[in-house]
């Protein structure tokens, strides 16, 4: 049964094919990075946007 029969645009099936694709990416990355539970994210983010664009 494809996505004629179930009256669904190509568009939409590699949509829904792309999203199940990042899902699995995301389940496989999470956990993997330990960070202290006082971690400053903007911060952080901000460190190295002033490091990486500072001439």
């Known amino acids: 049964m494809g996505a004629k029969d179930k009256n669904t645009s190509l568009s939409k099936l590699v949509e829904s094919y792309n999203a199940q694709e990042i899902s699995l990416l ?29 001439k």
Not at 31 to 37: I, R
Request: hydrophobic fraction near 25%.
């Open 26 to 54: 995301v389940k496989s990355l999470s956990g993997k990075v330990k960070l202290p539970k006082n971690f400053d994210e903007k911060k952080e983010y901000r460190k190295h946007l002033v490091s990486k664009y500072r």
